[in-house]
C-alpha cells in the first residue's frame, strides 16, 4: 500500500493543475497550473522506475546489482528541461499580453472570438 | 560520398541539417542579413532534394532504419540484446509522405518570408524558428520512438508559438499565442502521461517492439484515449477546436501555411499510434466511429462557422478544420474495416482518400493563406469589409486565389476533386449519409470562397492602395504550390498509384512495420 | 487515369470534353443578336431599384449571404456563444471530449 502513495500523489497532483486551469482567470494562474500538471507527470515518470531494496544507477562498483531503472530518469531530465522552456515562453507571453491589454483576466482578454 | 552513403544516412541528415543550420542562422545574421537569407535558402532546397530522393526509393519498397548513434545504422538490435536499444527512425511510405509534404511546404513559405517580413524586426529569429519548426515536423514524422515523437512534438509547439507571437507590438498575436501554448502543452503532457503508461507496462519505448507485444489491457485502452484525445486536439477537430482560428490569423501568412502542416503531423501521430502501435489489437469498430464522427464533425461545424466571418484568414483557418474532417472520416472509414474482408475493395480507396487529402490540402490550403498574406502587405487589413477590388492590381494572385479556391471546394480538373471523389464513392459504401454530409459541405466551401472572392477581389478599385503586385520571391513561393496543385490534379492516377499507395499501404501494414525493425 | 471503386476519372479526357462543349456553346452564341450590347440588357438589375453610379457598386462581406444567416439563425446563436474565447474553456472542452471518450471506449463500446 505505501508503494502506492506516490501513484495517488501524481492523480491529486494532475487533478489540482486541471482545476487550476480551468477556473483560475488569472494568466498566472494558468501557468502555475500548466507547471503543476507536469511536476505531477514528471513524477509519474521517476516512480514507474522504482523497485524495492535497489540503488542508484550510477555506480561502476556497485554495492547491490539491484538498481532503479535508469531511463524513466532520462525521461524525466528531458521533460523538466522542455517544461522550464514552455514555463518561459508562457511567462513572456503574460507579460506582453498585460502590455497590451492592461489586465491579466482571462475573461477580458477576449479581442478573437467567434 | 555517393548515392548510397545519401540513402543509407538520409532520414538523420534530414533532422541535422535544418537543426544546424538554425543553430547557426542567429550567428550569421549578426554578420550579414543576405547571408542568412541565402543560408535558409540553401538548408530548404537541400531538405526538399534529400527529401525527393529519399521518398524516390521508400516508394519504390524500401523502409529505411537508421539507428542513431550505432556503428552500423541498420542494425536495430545489437549482438546481445532482444529488443532494440537504441532510438530507432523509421522511414516508411506514410513518413516519407508527410516528409514530402513538411519539405514542399517549408520551402514555399520560406520563399515567401524573404519578402514578406523584410520591415519586420528580430528576421533572424524568425528563420531560427522556421527551420526549428522544420526540425519538429520531420523529426515527428521520421522517429520510431515514442519518447522521441513526444520531444519532437514538444519542439514543434514551443517553435509554432513563439512565431504565432511574431508580431508581438499588436495585442492579438501574443493572446493568439498564449491561448494556443497553454491548449498545446496541456495536449503534450498528456501524450506524455501515456508513453509512461505504456512504458511502465512493458518496459519498451520503441513503437515497433511495442507493437508486436501489445495486450489491449485497460491500462492501454486509457493510454489510447489519452493519445486520441491530445492528437485529435492538435490537429483541430471538433470540439477541441478553438485555439486554430485564433492562432491561424494572426500569424505571419507563411508560418501560419506551415502552421497547417503542423497540424496535419499531428493528424499523422494519431494514425500512427492507431494503426501501427495498436493495430487489430484496437476494438476497430469503436475506434473507427469514433474518429468518423470526430470527422464529420469538424467537417460541418468548420464550414458552417467558416460562412459568417468578416476576417479573410479566420475564415480560411475554419476551413482547415473543416478539411480535416474530410481527412479522419477518409482514414476513420479505413480503420472501421480493417481486418474485416471489404477492406480490400473500399476501405483501401477510403485511406488512400484520406491521405490523397492531406496532401492537396496542405498545397491549397497553403497556396490561399499565402495569398491571403499577399493581400494583406498591400492593403494592410484582413477585414473582408474594407478591401475591395483587388483583382486590377494583384493579377497574380487573383490567379492564384482563384485556383486555390477552386481546388478546395473540389471543381475539377483540380487535385481537390480527385481526393474528395474517392472519399465519396468509397464511404459511401459504409453509410450514404457520410456521402451527403461530405458533399454537403463541399457545397458550403465553395460558397464562402465565392464570398471571399467577391469581397477582396472584385468590384471597383480601392482609392489608396498602391498600384502593382506583391514583390516577387513571394509570387514565386506561391507558384511552387501551384504547380503542385495543378500537376496533381492533372495526373491523379500516377499521383494514388506511385505516392499515395505505397503510403496507405504501409499505414493499414502492421505486420510489414514491425518486420522492418525487428524480424527477418 | 485514377481508378475509384464505383469507376474511373481521367481529368485530360475531361478537358478535352470541356474544351468541345466551349465550343460548342461558342458557336451557338454566335448565331444570337450582336446589337445587345451597351443598352438597357447589359446593366445589373437589383429588384427595379435605381441602383447607384455603377463604378462604386460593391456588396461588402458583411452583408452577402444575408438570408443564408437568417435562417440558421438559432444554429449561429447557440455556435456564437460557445465560442467564447475565454482560455479556460478551451481546456475544459478538450477535457469534456477526453472524458467521453473514456466512457465510449472504456466502459460501454459502440457496437
Known amino acids: 500500500m505505501i508503494y502506492n502513495i506516490p501513484f495517488i500523489v501524481v492523480v491529486l497532483l494532475i487533478i489540482v493543475g486541471l482545476a487550476t486551469v480551468v477556473f483560475k482567470r488569472n494568466l498566472i494562474k494558468i501557468v502555475i497550473g500548466i507547471t503543476i500538471i507536469e511536476s505531477g507527470v514528471n513524477l509519474f515518470l521517476i516512480t514507474l522506475g522504482y523497485r524495492e531494496n535497489s540503488v542508484a544507477p550510477i555506480y561502476t562498483f556497485a554495492p547491490s546489482t539491484k538498481m532503479v531503472l535508469p531511463v524513466p530518469q532520462a525521461l524525466t531530465l528531458t521533460s523538466i528541461v522542455i517544461g522550464v522552456a514552455v514555463m518561459a515562453l508562457m511567462l513572456s507571453f503574460a507579460i506582453r499580453i498585460y502590455q497590451h491589454y492592461g489586465t491579466l483576466d482571462s475573461r477580458k482578454i477576449r479581442r478573437l472570438r467567434e | 560520398m555517393n548515392m548510397n552513403w545519401l540513402l543509407t ?31 535558409v535558402l540553401i538548408v530548404l532546397i537541400t531538405v526538399e532534394v534529400v527529401m525527393i ?121 501574443v493572446e493568439g499565442a498564449f491561448k494556443y501554448f497553454v491548449i498545446s502543452s496541456l495536449g503534450a503532457l498528456m501524450v506524455l502521461f501515456a508513453i509512461g503508461l505504456l512504458y511502465g507496462q512493458y518496459d519498451l519505448l520503441n513503437m515497433a ?131 474485416k474482408p471489404e477492406f480490400s475493395t473500399y476501405g483501401m480507396a477510403a485511406m488512400e482518400g484520406g491521405i490523397f487529402h492531406i496532401f492537396n490540402h496542405a498545397l491549397y490550403k497553403g497556396l490561399l493563406f499565402l495569398t491571403a498574406g499577399a493581400i494583406f502587405y498591400k492593403v494592410k487589413t484582413r477585414n473582408l469589409n474594407e478591401m475591395r477590388g483587388l483583382a486590377h492590381s494583384m493579377k497574380f494572385t487573383a490567379i492564384f486565389f482563384m485556383i486555390g479556391a477552386f481546388a478546395i471546394a473540389g471543381i475539377p ?39 471571399v472572392f467577391h469581397s477582396a477581389f472584385m468590384g471597383p478599385p480601392m482609392r489608396n492602395t498602391k498600384e502593382g503586385e506583391v514583390p516577387k520571391s513571394m509570387l514565386i513561393g506561391m507558384v511552387i504550390l501551384t504547380v503542385g496543385i495543378i500537376l496533381f490534379g492533372l495526373f491523379p492516377g500516377w499521383v494514388v498509384d506511385h505516392i499515395v499507395h505505397p503510403a496507405a499501404q504501409a499505414l493499414a501494414d502492421q505486420a510489414a512495420y514491425i518486420q522492418a525493425v525487428i524480424g527477418g | 487515369m485514377l481508378h475509384t471503386p464505383s469507376g474511373y476519372w481521367d481529368p ?82 478538450f477535457l469534456g471530449v477526453s472524458a467521453l471518450l473514456f466512457i465510449v471506449i472504456l466502459i460501454v463500446g459502440v457496437t
Open chain 2, 413 to 451: 480538373p483540380f487535385n481537390g476533386f480527385a481526393s474528395k471523389l474517392l472519399i465519396y464513392e468509397s464511404v459511401y459504401c459504409v453509410s450514404p449519409i457520410l456521402s451527403i454530409i461530405a458533399m454537403l459541405v463541399s457545397i458550403i466551401t465553395l460558397a464562402s470562397f465565392v464570398k
Open chain 2, 53 to 173: 530522393v529519399l521518398a524516390w526509393d521508400v516508394f519504390t519498397g524500401n523502409t529505411h532504419i537508421y539507428t542513431m548513434g550505432a556503428s552500423n545504422p541498420t542494425a536495430t538490435i545489437p549482438v546481445q540484446a532482444a529488443i532494440p536499444i537504441r532510438i530507432v527512425l523509421e522511414v516508411d511510405g506514410l513518413s516519407a509522405f508527410m516528409g514530402l509534404i513538411s519539405a514542399t511546404v517549408s520551402l514555399a513559405a520560406g520563399l515567401y518570408s524573404l519578402a514578406f517580413v523584410r520591415r519586420e524586426t528580430g528576421q533572424g529569429r524568425y528563420y531560427t524558428l522556421l527551420l526549428l519548426m522544420l526540425v519538429g515536423m520531420l523529426g515527428m514524422e521520421f522517429t520510431g520512438d515514442l519518447f522521441n515523437l513526444f520531444v519532437f512534438l514538444e519542439i514543434l509547439s514551443i517553435a509554432s508559438a513563439a512565431l504565432i507571437a511574431y508580431r508581438f507590438y499588436r495585442g492579438d498575436a
Open chain 2, 209 to 339: 517492439a511495442l507493437a508486436k507485444v501489445m495486450k489491449y489491457t485497460m491500462l492501454d485502452k486509457i493510454a489510447l484515449v489519452l493519445f486520441i484525445a491530445a492528437f485529435a486536439m492538435k490537429c483541430g477537430a471538433i470540439p477541441m477546436h478553438m485555439w486554430v482560428p485564433d492562432s491561424y490569423t494572426v500569424a505571419p501568412a507563411s508560418i501560419t501555411a506551415m502552421l497547417v502542416v503542423a497540424s496535419q503531423v499531428s493528424l499523422y501521430a494519431l494514425f500512427r499510434i492507431c494503426f501501427s502501435l495498436y493495430g487489430l489489437t484496437l476494438d476497430v469498430t469503436t475506434v473507427g466511429i469514433i474518429i468518423i464522427s470526430l470527422g464529420l464533425l469538424s467537417m460541418f461545424v468548420g464550414v458552417t462557422m467558416a460562412l459568417p466571418q468578416k476576417d479573410i484568414k479566420r475564415l480560411m483557418s475554419y476551413h482547415a478544420i473543416s478539411q480535416t474532417g474530410y481527412m479522419l472520416l477518409g482514414v476513420g472509414v479505413g480503420l472501421y474495416l480493417i481486418g
Open chain 3, 12 to 93: 485530360l479526357l475531361w478537358i478535352l470534353a470541356l474544351i468541345v462543349a466551349i465550343l460548342i456553346a461558342y458557336i451557338i452564341r454566335g448565331f444570337g443578336r450582336k446589337d445587345y450590347k451597351g443598352g438597357e440588357q447589359s446593366k445589373p438589375f437589383l429588384s427595379g431599384m435605381d441602383i447607384p453610379d455603377e463604378k462604386e457598386l460593391h456588396i461588402r462581406a458583411g452583408n452577402i449571404y444575408w438570408g443564408f444567416m437568417e435562417g440558421l439563425e438559432g444554429y449561429y446563436d447557440i455556435m456564437k456563444k460557445i465560442h467564447t474565447g475565454v482560455v479556460n474553456d478551451y481546456v475544459a472542452w
Open chain 2, 9 to 39: 544516412h538520409s532520414p538523420a541528415l534530414l533532422i541535422a541539417i535544418p537543426l544546424l543550420a538554425a543553430f547557426l542562422t542567429p550567428l550569421i545574421d549578426r554578420l550579414s542579413k543576405r547571408a542568412r537569407n541565402v543560408l
